[in-house]
C-alpha cells in the first residue's frame, strides 16, 4: 500500500476495519492505484434522465453488461449504479472492480420546485452484491433536504457498521436557490461541508462556478478575499471546506461536452487538489474504443503522465 492510500486512510481513523478495507479497495484499484486519485463510472443517468436520452446515442449502453466492461476495461476505481443494473451483472463480473450501489433515485417524469429521492434499494442489497461502499444523493437547498440529511445519516449508520464505504451525491437544488446558484462557489462549498457532516467518506459535487449566491457569505468571500478567479481556485476552495481537504472530493462529470472542456477541467480538479472525477454521460455516451481513448487521457492527467 502507497503512502499516498495510508495517509488517507488515516483521516478515517474512527471507522472500523471493514470500512477502512473497502475505503483501501476503492482508492487501490485501476489505473490510477496508489495515488490518492480516482475516476468513478456512474451510471444512474436511464433511471434519472429516462433510457433514450441515456443510451439513445450509444446503443450497447442499454444493456447493463456494457457498463461493467467498460470501467474494468478503462480501470476505473469504480461503477456505481442503481439495484437494477447491478443485479444484472454482479455475479459475472464479481470481483473484477469495486461496486458502488446507488440507495436513492430520482426521475423526471414530473418537473419539481422542490425534488427528493426515493429509496431505492438497501444497504443489505449492497451487502449482497458485494459492494465496497454505498451512494445516496441529497439536495440541499429544497423545502425536502432535511429529510433526506435523515435518511442518508441513518443509511450511513447502517452501512458503517456492515463495513460499507459511504459516498454523497451533494447536488443543491430547489425553491431555495437560483438556477445559477445551484452551482454557486459558495453553496457548492456549503453541500460538500454538509456532506462530510453527515459522516461520508466520499463526497461528489458539482464543479464550482465563480458566482457567490448568498449575500451574507458573499459579504464574507469579499472580505476575506477567497480566491475564486479560475477554476482550480474554486476547486481548491472545496477541497478546504472538506474538511480542510481531509475527505476525499470528487467532482461530477456532468453533461456531454467536447473533450478539450472536460480535459481542461480535469486539469483544474488536479491542479485545485480535487481527488478525482466521477464521468458518466462523457463516457458511455461515445463508442467503447472512444471511450476508452477519453479515459485514457482523464487518467494521464491525473497521473501526471499528460499535462
Same mark, same amino acid.
Given at each position: 500500500?502507497?503512502?499516498?492510500?495510508?495517509?488517507?486512510?488515516?483521516?478515517?481513523?474512527?471507522?472500523?476495519?471493514?470500512?477502512?478495507?473497502?475505503?483501501?479497495?476503492?482508492?487501490?484499484?485501476?489505473?490510477?492505484?496508489?495515488?490518492? @486519485?480516482?475516476?468513478?463510472?456512474?451510471?444512474?443517468?436511464? *433511471?434519472?434522465?429516462?433510457?433514450?436520452?441515456?443510451?439513445?446515442?450509444?446503443?450497447?449502453?442499454?444493456?447493463?453488461?456494457?457498463? +461493467?466492461?467498460?470501467? /474494468?476495461?478503462?480501470?476505473?476505481?469504480?461503477?456505481?449504479?442503481?439495484?437494477?443494473?447491478?443485479?444484472?451483472?454482479?455475479?459475472?463480473?464479481?470481483?473484477?472492480?469495486?461496486?458502488?450501489?446507488?440507495?436513492?433515485?430520482?426521475?423526471?417524469?414530473?418537473?419539481? @420546485?422542490?425534488?427528493?429521492?426515493?429509496?431505492?434499494?438497501?444497504?443489505?442489497?449492497?451487502?449482497?452484491?458485494?459492494?465496497?461502499?454505498?451512494? *445516496?444523493?441529497?439536495?440541499?437547498?429544497?423545502?425536502?433536504?432535511?429529510?433526506?440529511?435523515?435518511?442518508?445519516?441513518?443509511?450511513?449508520?447502517?452501512?458503517?457498521?456492515?463495513?460499507?464505504?459511504?459516498?454523497?451525491?451533494?447536488?443543491?437544488?430547489?425553491?431555495?436557490?437560483?438556477?445559477?446558484?445551484?452551482?454557486?462557489?459558495?453553496?457548492?462549498?456549503?453541500?460538500?461541508?454538509?456532506?462530510?457532516?453527515?459522516?461520508?467518506?466520499?463526497?461528489?459535487?458539482?464543479?464550482?462556478?465563480?458566482?457567490?449566491?448568498?449575500?451574507?457569505? @458573499?459579504?464574507?468571500?469579499?472580505?476575506?478575499?477567497?480566491?475564486?478567479?479560475?477554476?482550480?481556485?474554486?476547486?481548491?476552495?472545496?477541497?478546504?471546506?472538506? +474538511?480542510?481537504?481531509?475527505?476525499?472530493?470528487?467532482?461530477?462529470?456532468?453533461?456531454?461536452?467536447?473533450?478539450?472542456?472536460? *480535459?481542461?477541467?480535469?486539469?483544474?480538479?488536479?491542479?485545485?487538489?480535487? +481527488?478525482?472525477? /466521477?464521468?458518466?454521460?462523457?463516457?458511455?455516451?461515445?463508442? @467503447?474504443?472512444?471511450?476508452?481513448? +477519453?479515459?485514457?487521457?482523464?487518467?494521464? /492527467?491525473?497521473?501526471?503522465?499528460?499535462?
Amino acid at each position: 500500500m502507497t503512502d499516498r492510500v495510508k495517509e488517507i486512510l488515516s483521516w478515517y481513523k474512527s471507522e472500523n476495519p471493514g470500512v477502512l478495507n473497502n475505503l483501501a479497495r476503492l482508492l487501490n484499484q485501476g489505473r490510477l492505484a496508489g495515488t490518492g @486519485k480516482m475516476i468513478i463510472l456512474p451510471v444512474d443517468q436511464g *433511471f434519472e434522465h429516462g433510457p433514450a436520452r441515456s443510451f439513445a446515442m450509444n446503443p450497447p449502453a442499454y444493456d447493463p453488461r456494457y457498463h +461493467f466492461e467498460l470501467a /474494468i476495461e478503462a480501470g476505473c476505481n469504480a461503477y456505481a449504479a442503481p439495484l437494477g443494473f447491478l443485479e444484472a451483472g454482479a455475479r459475472d463480473f464479481a470481483g473484477e472492480l469495486p461496486l458502488i450501489l446507488k440507495l436513492n433515485n430520482h426521475d423526471v417524469l414530473l418537473d419539481e @420546485k422542490d425534488p427528493a429521492q426515493a429509496i431505492t434499494s438497501s444497504v443489505r442489497d449492497a451487502v449482497r452484491l458485494g459492494c465496497a461502499a454505498v451512494g *445516496f444523493t441529497i439536495y440541499p437547498g429544497s423545502q425536502h433536504r432535511l429529510e433526506m440529511y435523515g435518511q442518508f445519516r441513518a443509511l450511513a449508520e447502517e452501512a458503517k457498521a456492515h463495513g460499507l464505504a459511504v459516498v454523497c451525491w451533494s447536488y443543491p437544488r430547489g425553491s431555495g436557490l437560483s438556477k445559477e446558484g445551484e452551482t454557486a462557489l459558495d453553496v457548492t462549498a456549503y453541500a460538500a461541508h454538509i456532506a462530510c457532516q453527515l459522516g461520508a467518506h466520499l463526497v461528489k459535487v458539482k464543479l464550482p462556478s465563480a458566482h457567490l449566491e448568498q449575500a451574507a457569505a @458573499k459579504k464574507v468571500y469579499e472580505k476575506e478575499a477567497v480566491p475564486a478567479a479560475t477554476l482550480a481556485e474554486r476547486v481548491r476552495h472545496i477541497v478546504q471546506a472538506s +474538511f480542510g481537504g481531509r475527505r476525499v472530493v470528487i467532482f461530477s462529470g456532468g453533461a456531454a461536452d467536447t473533450d478539450e472542456a472536460v *480535459f481542461e477541467q480535469v486539469r483544474a480538479i488536479r491542479d485545485g487538489g480535487g +481527488f478525482g472525477s /466521477i464521468i458518466g454521460r462523457n463516457s458511455f455516451q461515445r463508442k @467503447k474504443p472512444a471511450a476508452l481513448k +477519453f479515459l485514457e487521457t482523464v487518467m494521464g /492527467i491525473y497521473a501526471g503522465t499528460i499535462k
